[in-house]
């Protein structure tokens, strides 16, 4: 069964300290994934995607990810977390429809 | 970028009554949107695929004739939701697919969102 899994419900932070979400996906075809961000009430906005080549993708807001396909994973990293980084972060996995993973909510601390 | 908007950002109807969302690609055409439910603190959920010209394909348990997807035009997208009831409040988010490769990979743009709340 296709499935995407977000294992961190909830991340806590400081502000300047490095940040990992995890991702792990379950697809029968070549994977394209990709990673939003939700504010609250506000609908998504694309971070990054993969669909080929290079396996380390940036993306904005200085976010980086990873595609390991043998660990059939896309962990999304940043170096350094700003405060305005606190949101919902989805990972998701299609080509023309997609699977959302469950989310993972990131707090940051002052 | 591509931008997609919706109407409303939020609204309340009552009990019995239909409400029609809108959900436009502002400076692109889209022939195919999806329309997502998000309950609160889950991910979203896959309600259809609305093809422009085309009767849209629902997601298995979606009522369709609850949920009506008209796709008229290239830049407009509409979801009425009929008879609502209580247990249809929810956050509902359209999104517009964008960039199709050779391989068929693409990317969705998301609208920011419609709260409805039915009392």
């Known amino acids: 069964a296709q499935s995407v899994t977000q294992p961190d419900i909830h991340i806590t932070v400081s502000e300047g300290a490095s940040l990992e979400l995890r991702c792990n996906y379950s697809?029968?075809?070549?994977?394209?994934l990709f990673w939003y961000v939700q504010s609250p009430g506000q609908g998504l906005q694309l971070l990054l995607k993969?669909?080929?080549?290079?396996?380390l993708v940036q993306g904005i807001k200085g976010f980086e990810a990873e595609f390991k396909r043998s660990q059939s994973s896309f962990n999304l990293r940043k170096p350094s977390v700003h405060w305005s980084d606190a949101a919902e972060y989805f990972c998701?996995?299609?080509?023309?429809?997609?699977?959302f993973g469950t989310g993972t909510r990131l707090k940051v601390l002052a | 970028g591509a931008v997609v908007s919706q109407h409303p950002s939020r609204v309340i109807c009552k009990s019995g009554t239909s409400v029609k969302i809108e959900c436009r690609s502002l400076?692109?055409?889209?022939?195919?949107m999806f329309w997502y439910r998000q309950f609160p603190k889950k991910s979203l959920m896959l309600m259809a695929t609305s093809n422009e010209g085309s009767k849209a394909t629902y997601e298995q348990g979606v009522e369709k004739d609850k949920f009506l997807i008209n796709h008229a035009s290239l830049t407009l997208s509409t979801l009425t939701v009929t008879s609502a009831h209580p247990e249809d409040s929810s956050f509902y988010i359209c999104s517009a697919r964008v960039g199709e490769t050779l391989s068929g990979a693409s990317e969705q743009y998301f609208g920011p969102g419609t709260r409805l709340t039915v009392t």
């Open positions: 697809y029968g075809a070549t994977p394209y």
């Open positions: 993969y669909f080929s080549g290079d396996t």
């Open positions: 998701a996995v299609g080509d023309y429809k997609y699977i």
């Open positions: 400076d692109f055409q889209a022939t195919t």
